[in-house]
């Protein structure tokens, strides 16, 4: 029978709460700000698109204070075990912030956002939502925890997918997003309940130690892992897990496009890495042979390699910018997986490196991308011809961002290949024919990406008006900063190295 915990264990459970509250200061802080806004919006009444991104700015530029606080306490687990307090959980609080701020300021120049008469408020809130569960994807230690934070991220991006409401596009983006997650989302749990099933563990370190002492069904443990890849691959926008990608990134308001593309994906990296390292135990075994009997690795390199071949290929044929750079961003998803499949501080270092490279020149690509279709009212390549003479900063700052994509120096993309490409190569000839794939996509992405400066440069506009296009002194201003920040971590990049090194080192004591 069930019998009530007597008041000493309530007790005894209260203490541990609290005590775990102090180490969960960002995430009530945003908790705050999602409820403040949902007041603001109410208050305030319609046309306050403005007034609310200012203070959602602000909210997460606040928030950064609480975690660098952080930086100070030691490395722990609490609330039960279901979540840790480590470098590499505040690298990505972070990243995710950054990637929420960013987020808010390409709204704020997107022009069907801001036509929307009211629920910008809701829209807003729904952002810092997304940046809460993300924060979780990446510090959930248990089971449980990150299934509960994949759902909040994923519940939040349906709704922001489908924001533009007159828009078919828009609702038809959502409605297959929602689909696609929902089917995701079923086998990522059905996947957990069969390690549950095997461990009677939830925690990612206990279960760890339970499948390294006892046997278990491979069969099981091989469906159990193909399913756990299914979720995150959805995620992670990885072939063949990635169907969602195109048509959910052509439909959504581009600013929630960009957002998707940067923060979710970066989510569903570190959860992957956090399962993956810390569940599956590696110290002391050989790099080709699983220590569950499971061979992880094929599996990750067979991802790895056609989401590289597929999404580079298919961007070829690609006529609508927004659907090009979901191709890429699906071969991107496979530039990271290459630095995993190292199984080392390197590799795992070199993650983190070209995420905060993504960061940079995805959300620019985006960023202009908007300014562009503001002036335009198109989203297609051809219509970009002539543009680099009539919006002069636009142009020089897209070619930046798609050379730092191809993985061209100086910008800090090329840092980002280079740093996996070398963690790759230095595990032997196992990996090369990896790196050669690598390599080969790069080259072919340089024809796509080039078709874009190609046609703002080096094609005749057959529009009559030729006067330069005013983006707006603010516009401007973001745009020259993601320019150079690309251009200056590429030249000068030590310092996010290190960090990334120093933020790397739990998975290095791991798995070296």
């Known amino acids: 029978m069930f019998e009530m915990p007597s008041g000493a264990e309530i007790q005894s459970i209260i203490s541990i709460l609290k005590g775990g509250a102090g180490y969960f200061v960002p995430e009530i802080y945003l908790s705050a700000l999602f409820m403040v806004l949902i007041i603001l919006d109410l208050v305030t009444g319609r046309k306050n698109g403005r007034f ?17 606080k952080q930086q100070a306490m030691p490395d722990t687990e609490f609330f039960f075990g279901m979540y840790a307090l480590d470098r590499f ?5 972070y990243f995710f912030v950054a990637s929420g701020i960013l987020a808010v300021l390409t709204t704020m120049i997107d022009t069907p956002l801001k036509k929307q008469e009211s629920g910008m408020g809701e829209y807003y809130a729904l952002l810092v939502a997304m940046v809460i569960g993300m924060m979780m994807m990446a510090s959930s230690t248990d089971l449980l925890m990150m299934f509960l934070a994949m759902e909040l991220v994923s519940l939040s991006a349906y709704a922001m997918t489908g924001y533009l409401k007159r828009e078919i596009r828009s609702s038809e983006a959502a409605l297959k997003y929602l689909v696609y997650g929902a089917v995701s989302s079923g086998m990522l749990l059905y996947g957990f309940s069969l390690l549950y099933g ?15 002492m006892h046997q278990y069904d491979p069969l099981v443990m091989i469906i159990a892992v193909v399913l756990i890849m299914a979720g995150l691959g959805y995620k992670m926008g990885a072939v063949p897990f990635h169907f969602w990608s195109p048509d959910v990134y052509e439909g959504a308001p581009t600013p929630v496009t960009a957002y998707l ?16 390292f810390v569940a599956v135990p590696h110290h002391g075994m050989d790099m080709n042979v699983s220590p569950l009997q499971i061979d992880w690795l094929s599996i990750l390199m067979l991802v790895s390699a056609a989401s590289m071949i597929y999404g580079n290929v298919v961007a070829i044929w690609q006529k609508n910018v927004k659907r090009l750079l979901a191709y890429s961003s699906i071969a991107h998803a496979g530039y990271l997986l ?23 020149m995805n959300y620019g690509a985006f960023y202009v991308t908007i300014l ?14 002539g543009l680099g003479k009539r919006m002069p900063l636009v142009g020089a700052a897209f070619t930046v961002f798609l050379i730092s ?22 595990k032997g000839d196992l990996f090369m024919w990896l790196a050669l794939i690598g390599i080969l996509t790069s080259v072919i992405s340089l024809y796509y990406y080039m078709l874009i400066p190609l046609n703002m440069y080096l094609r005749e506009s057959e529009r009559q008006d030729e006067s330069e296009i005013d983006t707006g002194l603010g516009a401007k201003l973001v745009t020259a ?32």
């Open 405 to 426: 994509l191809v993985g061209l120096p100086p910008a800090f993309g090329f840092i980002g290949k280079w740093m996996i490409f070398t963690a790759l190569l230095g």
């Open 52 to 68: 609310l991104a200012m203070v959602t700015i602000a909210g997460l530029v606040g928030s950064l204070f609480y975690i660098f």
């Open 198 to 212: 095997m461990t009677a563990q939830t925690n990612l370190t206990r279960m760890a130690m339970v499948l390294t």
């Open 372 to 385: 562009i279709a503001n002036h335009t009212g198109s989203e297609t390549i051809e219509d970009y011809k």
């Open 261 to 276: 593309s940067v923060g979710s994906k970066a989510a569903g990296f570190a959860m992957l890495m956090r399962f993956f």
């Open 89 to 93: 959980g505040i690298f990505f609080k």
């Open 338 to 360: 290459l630095g995993i499949i190292t199984m080392d501080q390197l590799g795992t270092q070199s993650v983190l490196v070209y995420l905060c490279a993504y960061l940079l």
């Open 481 to 512: 900063v993601l320019m150079i920040l690309t251009l200056l971590f590429g030249i000068f990049p030590q310092s996010l190295i290190n960090y990334a090194k120093y933020s790397s080192a739990l998975f290095g004591a791991l798995l070296n």
